[in-house]
């Protein structure tokens, strides 16, 4: 796996505290050369001003919203929108998002799906999957 991809409503808009740790666990993905995204199904424009400050502050390498491309999830097609943003085939990808038909979507897609309830539980996935270590 070379890419995670995490979405933003629901998992990086929670407490300052989660929103602390997945900053450290995106920074010590991409130090490893693991590509980052924020995918979302936002209308995009002004009113994702949030999401765009995972970009602009170099804790993903895209961010990819619905109503920018013209695809949502689960689709497969925004999965490929994303895999290709990264320069990647799809089947390197791992979704992280709390929506389960989005995972499903994911997973119909080629992807590996981690279902996201709470921080703890996530990392302990994301960090397996991808042979990260350290504290987040």
Known sequence: MRGLVVDYCGVLDGAEEDRRRWRKLLSAARAEGIATA???????GAGAAPIRTWLEGGYVDAVVL?????AEKPSE???????????????????????????????????????????????????????LEGEF
């Open 38 to 44: 924020i995918l979302s199904n936002d209308p995009g």
């Open 66 to 70: 619905s109503g920018e491309v013209g």
């Open 77 to 131: 097609e925004i999965f490929r929108i994303t895999a290709d943003r990264l320069d990647l085939p799809q089947q390197d990808l791992v979704l992280v998002d709390d929506n389960i038909l989005n995972i499903r979507g994911a997973v119909d897609a080629g992807l590996i799906g981690i279902y996201y309830q709470q921080f703890d539980r996530a990392v302990v996935e994301i960090t397996g999957v991808f042979g």
